[in-house]
């Protein structure tokens, strides 16, 4: 499957970056995951904050969806989390923004390679795949729901 | 400098107020060690390098830490003589500042010191960071003759004849690890063990008995009773710290060493990831 286009677009940027500028690209997308927590007023369709066990703190993703049926993101991460992962956060919330949850689901894993970069890919870095798939937990459930709520359980 | 001047090397440690204090001071160097690979860049301490314990210290074939000639290339590009005075600090209550210095130690780099309480202590007393990498003058670091592996690092045939001799082994790793039921450390992903446990005959004493909250070293009356008093090792004892890959076993190896004096403790930085894989190796467990 090809990635989503806003997502597409990041993993270009990163893939024809050399290894500094893919450093600081992803300190300035860490600099903005503040910018992807929830706002005041905001409401969301399904909200889901956990500290999993293998977590070093707590992981918040938020799910609206909009009129379309499009998914936006807003995700709150506690102080512990690596800064990889909260460049992944902004990443994903703008890489994702306007898919449906369907189409999230089918996205695969293996771009988050060629943005992080071999060198910075570590053992203890592996939450950054934790995100994709929160993220994707999060659209499976809605969509269960939605289907139950519509009597379409055989979806 | 010290919080503690009755540490058994109480200028091992700075206070995060000398530090400010210091920041200029010719003939110190300060390095941020971490686990988060990119922390350094979001901001550092004024004027601190970056060592990074993976990239700069080991060898990227072999699991084993760089040759004599590649310490001495990173200390000159970062401007280390030896006699540079490297004040260590990082993330994680110093787990791989005290790493980053104890394979300078591995060296024979004399002059290290950690930074009290670590980076978060710096940050919480709202001390200023900077983005600004800083370049000093390249200098001509001699390759040392030789790593000092035997004195003050423990291989796996070394942790196995402390296990049958029941000499000290301290495991300093998490109660759920020692006692075999998670192969992980609590809020950490796997790191690839085969099996769960500790070395038989292993104290279980978690690194984080030696720390106050705020990440600063206990005292040393509070030190001495963990490690003497109720432990019962004493500081001519021959002692072997391990942990899971060596960084929470470093910071143990430098409270038993710098901060209560007992000077025949070596790190086993094989740790866990090697014993709990190795083939006949002889696991503990306590469930």
Redesign the interface.
């Known amino acids: 499957m090809s990635y989503p286009p806003k997502l597409s677009a990041i993993i270009e940027l990163f893939t024809v970056l050399p290894d500094a500028e893919k450093r600081e690209t992803l300190i300035a997308y860490a600099d903005q995951a503040k910018s992807q927590e929830p706002r005041d007023g905001e409401t969301f369709d399904l909200e889901d904050v956990r500290k999993d066990e293998e977590c070093t703190d707590t992981v918040a993703i938020y799910l609206r969806l909009d009129e379309r049926g499009g998914a936006h993101f807003r995700i709150s991460l506690g102080p512990q989390v690596q800064t990889l992962t909260r460049a992944m956060s902004s990443i994903l919330c703008k890489g994702l923004e306007g898919v449906s949850p369907a189409e999230i689901l089918e996205i695969p894993a293996d771009f988050v390679p060629k943005i992080v970069g071999a060198e910075l890919v570590r053992l203890r870095s592996q939450t950054v795949y934790y995100l994709l798939t929160r993220i994707k937990s999060v659209s499976k459930v809605w969509l269960q729901r939605q289907r139950s709520a519509t009597g379409d359980i055989n979806s | 400098m010290s919080t503690d001047s009755n540490y058994a090397h109480p200028d091992a440690l700075v206070t995060t107020s000398w530090m400010a204090d210091h920041l200029k001071d010719p003939g110190i160097r300060i390095i941020e060690s971490n686990?988060?690979?990119?922390?350094y860049?979001?901001g550092h301490v004024p004027g601190a390098v970056h060592i990074d314990w993976?990239?700069d210290l080991q060898d990227h074939t072999i699991r084993d830490y760089i040759q004599p000639e590649a310490f001495a290339d990173l200390c000159s590009r970062n401007g280390i003589t030896p006699e540079t005075t490297c004040i260590f600090y990082g993330d994680k209550s110093n787990w791989w500042s005290c790493y980053a210095l104890w394979v300078f130690r591995l060296f024979g780099h004399e002059k290290v010191k950690i930074m009290d309480g670590g980076r978060d202590k710096w940050i919480e007393e709202g001390r200023p960071l900077t983005r600004e990498v800083p370049h000093y003058e390249k200098t001509d670091y001699p390759a040392p003759s030789m790593r000092r592996d035997a004195e003050i690092r423990a291989f796996y045939d070394d942790a196995l004849a402390q296990s049958r001799g029941n000499l000290p082994l301290i495991d300093v790793r998490s109660p759920g690890e020692f006692r075999g039921l998670v192969t992980?450390m609590?809020?950490?992903?796997?790191?690839?063990v085969l099996r769960g446990g500790h070395i038989p005959g292993a104290y279980g004493i978690p690194w984080k008995q030696a720390v106050n909250n705020d990440a600063t070293f206990k005292s040393a009356e509070e030190l001495r009773k963990i490690y003497q008093t109720d432990l019962g090792l004493k500081p001519d004892d021959q002692i072997i710290a391990y942990c899971r890959i060596g960084e929470r076993s470093s910071h143990t190896w430098f409270v038993l060493n710098y901060l209560l004096g007992f000077d025949k403790v070596r790190n086993y930085d094989g740790s866990w990831t090697e014993w709990g894989n190795r083939v006949g190796a002889p696991i503990e467990k306590s469930l």
């Open positions: 686990e988060d690979i990119l922390l860049d979001m993976q990239r992980h609590p809020e950490y992903p796997q790191e690839g």
